[in-house]
Nanobody, 129 residues
């Protein structure tokens, strides 16, 4: 069982930056794709970014491409989401998720929330105009 804990959310003005962190529990020697998703009030959860278990491949949704960057920490059990040039439409609860992929290549990632077995509790990001 993997536990994920997000941190780093908050209130920021449009154009500002935030960095979200997600720490996975110990014992995650297995391979996991890590992803960030978000859900705004009244909207469905949407994919934001994903990173392969090796850290060599990343993918970002078109809505955040060029502004957000997903990365892994050196210990591989931490994942970050650097968010720059934030817009009011980025306001949402952001969730970290883990997809166990013991047999996948180091370049594999997924954008489908149904592929992810473990989820954090979410962290609120609010961007004021």
């Amino acid at each position: 069982q993997v536990q994920l804990v997000e941190s780093g959310g908050g209130l920021v003005q449009a154009g500002g930056s935030l960095r979200l962190s997600c720490a996975a529990s110990e014992g995650t020697g297995s391979k996991y794709v890590m992803g960030w998703f978000r859900q705004a009030p009244g909207k469905e959860r949407e994919f934001v970014a994903a990173i392969s278990w090796s850290g060599t491949t990343t993918y970002h949704a078109d809505s955040v491409k060029g502004r957000f960057t997903i990365s892994r920490g050196n210990a591989k059990n931490t994942v970050y989401l650097q968010m720059n040039s934030l817009k009011p439409e980025d306001t949402a609860v952001y969730y970290c998720a883990a997809d166990p992929v013991p047999f996948r290549s180091g370049s594999y990632y997924s954008t489908d929330s149904y592929e992810y077995d473990y989820w954090g509790q979410g962290t609120q990001v609010t961007v004021s105009s």
